[in-house]
């Protein structure tokens, strides 16, 4: 066996277009025949020549080569596999904005140099992007080409018969008493029957079959272009924003309403679909047996949604996304919000209303600030601490179960002077303390426990209720535009996929002279077996009994049976 | 009840493969005693023999006592095989029977967290030997018995939970496809792995012209290498394709097809360097020993990717009980 031919790159997934070009040459050399050494992707061939030598044209065509060449493809993907890694093993701004900020705290000077180098947002970075869009540039480069040689090559002919067919992996000698003319006959249409492409050559036929293998790869790469296509449509056209929704609530699909939200270049906010999303009611249930007490067991929104003016009722679950107008909406998280009525030092209603608490731990312990500006004289603030089942824990009080089974609200109380509105946002879920005081009891922070109903006047007037609580959600709602072509890309990549690695292309040649016929063939690809069998039932198609198997002898890919192969197998 | 029944059985397999793993290490121990000639028969019969025969020839006429005593080593060491072979079909049934009435005790399919995954993945890496050891594949029964001992091993001592029910992020069809092809494509994974360091192992021998004892009953390291891309060109587009399904079930539950989760990242991280393996058997240069080690970094992936980020890196692929 030749040794090209035990590792041929045609077959394989990512073949260069050098190695087809030397592949038709060989077509017309005959399989077998020439004995140069085995090819090298892209540039064993070139000549040696001093790079000050090179033209202009030329120093960019040996760029291209090079960037085209297996060997850079093989370095870019591991490149591609070793970038990834950091991104995954510390924390990503996009993700965990706030470990990233805990980590460059704890360790400042890899934290900025880490920082500097954009290890705190990898996949957002210039150099992994530098990556895979060489990756990208150096596959079309390589496909391209390959491309034009396959539609050339669709109806291209078998190889010519080799001269010495006893030289291949597997050959069977068979006698004849027909005339050469009918044999051959019969071997075009037995070969035919078998799906191989047959050509009738002088004296001997030829026949290869296989050829979905190269289509197969090229669709495979071709959809890794589309796929990075439809990434890159989704990026550019899509917006994902994130707001909470308290239960008896409702959400409107516009910018403001959303918390958290981001989109892509080319989005514009026109393109918002009008749609309201009522939470009615939010179902939580968890473990209450003694395996993985306090995991989730079903989370199930009832929604009311109105799009054009229909109005329809829903449930949202975690996997059973609505889908309204072109956007998704998704149940991402839940929450607890306290119900609460602030009452100034003059008794009117300062506040009332739920405030959303943000959970902190498995078992939704919940903080948040519930903000009274407009008490007067003074504004009031309380920072709010919601345990939804309240146990002591040698004095200090904490939640044991994610479910409200004992909900205790802590509070503490700050005041101060009513602040000039400016217009600046502020952060809801947090307290800025500039021009507040404690207020305080026997010199120390005062703190108090409500359970829902209760109600508490704070020292120096004003009074707060806790009514009851509520639970909220978080939403996601978005628009991925190319999803279509992401998902339709990678199955089409994963047929092609399996068609270059499963197809396997072999060629067969029936020889006829005098009384006797040669039937010898030779795999294209490693991995397969029943090359011999194969010929048995062509030569068994033929009317004919092998009585000398020379072919039997071979393991395919053995390299007892060429020893040519170790010697030119070279180190390239 | 099932529950108790599943561990029973779980336990008892691994006891089993344990026996299975000391009669398949007795079969390579004592085929060390075969001279190369003898065990290297079922092997290269018919290759040119122009490196066995010197061997051979020195001793025309060996006596007859010598030839008894190598017949009886040889059947020793096929008895071995046999008796390693027919353990691990038995711990194999009681690994299916302990995989599935962990599936009956919890009433949903059975790989919801890591002990379920590696048992029920373990299971798919012993059916795919059993199914190729009836067509003579038998040889890879130490590496892989070895690997579902500790695998299974670990799990039954070390990653045990309770069957508990699943948490509404794992309520989806997907549940079923995506694991299903994450499992089988590791499995054929796994077997290309192995398959990969016996082909480093025998073509560092041929290489020495020192092929003795076990290694001369392996096949050819060509032959090797070539069984070992077949398990590769088999789970590459199952892996593609739990990736992908993947994809579709995070776009369904978490809004987005892909976030960079530290699973989703390594699951690329392996694909990558799984792609890297096919690229590089087409490469002057990589094919072979290079191409093999590519193999072995890329199963070192998935097992980081399944054992290193489910316990050191907290993300969306976190579940309850590990």
Not at chain 1, 84 to 91: D, K, Y
Not at chain 2, 58 to 75: F, I, L
């Amino acid at each position: 066996m030749n040794p090209r031919d035990t590792v041929d790159p045609q077959v394989q997934p990512g073949l260069r277009a050098q190695d087809r070009a030397q592949d038709a040459v060989d077509r017309d050399l005959g399989v077998g025949e020439t004995d140069d050494g085995p090819r090298d992707g892209a540039h064993s061939r070139r000549p040696d020549r001093r790079r000050g030598t090179l033209r202009a044209t030329e120093s960019l065509r040996w760029l291209w080569n090079q960037l085209t060449s297996m060997r850079t493809a093989l370095v870019l993907l591991f490149a591609l596999a070793l970038a990834a890694v950091p991104g995954s093993l510390l924390p990503q701004r996009p993700t965990s904005p706030v470990r990233v900020a805990e980590y460059i705290a704890k360790n400042p000077q890899l934290g900025a140099f880490y920082n500097s180098i954009g290890l705190f947002d990898v996949f957002a970075s210039a150099w992994f992007a530098a990556i895979y869009l060489l990756l990208f540039i150096s596959l079309v480069g390589c496909i391209v080409p390959r491309i034009g040689l396959y539609l050339r090559g669709l109806r291209a002919q078998p190889p010519r018969t080799p001269r010495n067919l006893g030289r291949l992996p597997a050959h069977v000698a068979l006698t004849s008493s027909d005339s050469a003319e009918d044999v051959l006959h019969r071997a075009e249409q037995v070969l035919r029957g078998r799906r191989f492409r047959v050509r009738r050559l002088d004296g001997s036929v030829s026949a290869e079959r296989g050829y979905l293998r190269e289509l197969g790869n090229l669709i495979f790469h071709v959809s890794l272009v589309f796929l990075l296509c439809g990434v890159a449509w989704g990026a550019l056209f899509g917006y994902k924003g994130t707001t909470a929704v308290v239960e008896g609530q409702s959400f409107s699909n516009t910018l403001t309403q959303f918390d958290d939200f981001s989109s892509g270049g080319a989005f514009r906010a026109q393109q918002l679909v009008p749609f309201t999303v009522a939470l009615d009611s939010f179902e939580a249930k968890f473990e209450t047996g003694p395996v993985q007490r306090g995991a989730a067991r079903l989370f199930k929104a009832n929604v009311t949604t109105t799009v054009d003016g229909v109005t329809t009722d829903q449930a949202l679950e975690v996997n059973q996304p609505l889908v309204l107008g072109d956007s998704t909406v998704h149940l991402v998280g839940h929450g607890y919000a306290v119900d609460v009525t602030v009452k100034d030092a003059a008794g009117d209603v300062a506040f009332s209303g739920p405030v959303i608490l943000l959970p902190q731990d498995g078992n939704f312990m919940s903080v948040g600030v519930i903000k009274a500006p407009y008490a007067r004289p003074d504004r009031m603030a309380f920072e709010a601490l919601f345990l939804p089942t309240a146990v002591d824990n040698g004095g200090i009080g904490v939640s044991a179960f994610p479910d409200a089974l004992n909900p205790q609200l802590l509070l503490n109380v700050w005041t101060g002077p009513p602040k000039e509105a400016t217009g600046v946002p502020e952060n809801v879920y947090s307290l800025d303390t500039t021009g507040l005081t404690q207020v305080t009891k026997d010199g120390k922070p005062l703190r108090f426990t409500l359970a829902p109903g209760e109600g508490f006047d704070v020292p120096g007037g004003g009074s707060i209720t806790f009514n009851g609580w509520h639970r909220w959600v978080s939403l996601q709602v978005s628009s991925t535009p190319g999803l279509w072509l992401v998902f339709s890309s990678v199955l089409v990549a994963v047929a092609g996929l399996c068609l270059s690695l499963f197809v396997r292309p072999r060629r067969v040649w029936v020889r006829a002279a005098g009384d006797t016929v040669e039937v010898a063939g030779l795999d294209r690809t490693e991995g397969r077996g029943g090359l011999h069998e194969e010929l048995l039932l062509v030569a068994d198609g033929l009317g004919l009994a092998p009585d000398a198997t020379v072919g039997a002898r071979s393991e395919p890919g053995d390299p007892a049976d060429h020893p040519e192969t170790e010697a030119n197998e070279g180190n390239a | 009840m099932a529950a108790e029944w599943s561990n029973l059985a779980m336990v008892t397999a691994v006891v089993v493969y344990l026996l299975a793993l000391a009669a398949f290490a007795a079969e390579w121990a004592s085929a060390r005693r075969l001279e190369p000639a003898e065990a290297a028969v079922p092997v290269l019969v018919g290759s040119d023999g122009g490196t066995l025969g010197p061997d051979q020839a020195e001793q025309p006429a060996a006596s007859a006592e010598v030839a008894d005593r190598d017949a009886r080593r040889q059947r020793r060491v096929e008895m071995f095989g046999r008796m390693g072979l027919a353990l691990t079909v038995i711990a194999w049934a009681l690994q299916l029977s302990g995989v599935v009435l962990r599936g009956v005790a919890a009433g949903r399919f059975p790989w919801g967290n890591m002990y379920e995954f590696v048992t029920a993945a373990l299971l798919f890496v012993v059916t795919i030997y059993l199914v190729l050891a009836m067509r003579g594949f038998r040889w890879l029964g130490l590496p892989v018995v070895l690997l579902a001992v500790i695998g299974l091993g670990l799990a039954v001592t070390v990653l045990y939970v309770a069957v508990a029910p699943l948490v509404p992020a794992l309520h989806s069809v997907w549940f079923v496809i995506h694991i299903v092809a994450a499992a089988v494509a590791g499995a054929a994974f796994n077997m290309g792995g192995l398959a990969s360091i016996l082909y480093l192992m025998k073509a560092r021998a041929e290489r020495r012209e020192d092929v003795r004892g076990y290694l001369a009953k392996l096949p050819s390291s060509a032959r090797i290498d070539e069984l070992a891309y077949r398990f590769h060109a088999f789970a590459f587009p199952l892996w593609t394709f739990a990736i992908a399904a993947g994809a579709v079930w995070a776009e369904y539950a978490w809004g987005r097809f892909w976030g960079w989760d530290p699973k989703e990242t390594w699951s690329l991280v392996t694909w990558v360097v799984y792609a890297g393996y096919l690229h590089a058997r087409a490469t002057a240069g990589w094919r072979g020993k290079r191409a093999a080690v590519v193999a072995i970094i890329g199963l070192a992936c998935f097992w980081f990717n399944f054992v290193g980020i489910n316990l050191l890196v907290s993300g969306l692929h976190s579940y309850a009980g590990i």
